[in-house]
């Protein structure tokens, strides 16, 4: 239990952190596997507009 308000403050900064930066994980993990799924299964005009959307969500949870 935090004994300062700057303590509890920081508290619930990293519990908003973590709830994105969770968010993020999951999202990306999720569009990399269908990427691998449509290279497994030879679409490859699907998996290069995959791709793009991989590489597009992996630099938004870098920015982040």
Request: glycine content about 4%; hydrophobic content about 30%.
């Amino acid at each position: 239990m935090p004994n300062t308000k700057t303590a509890e403050k920081a508290n619930r900064q990293n519990t908003r952190r973590k709830i994105r930066n969770v968010k993020q994980k999951d999202i990306l993990k999720g569009s990399i596997k269908e990427y691998k799924k449509l290279v497994a299964g030879n679409q490859t005009e699907a998996a290069e507009k995959q791709l793009s959307t991989v590489f597009k969500k992996l630099d938004k949870a870098a920015k982040t």
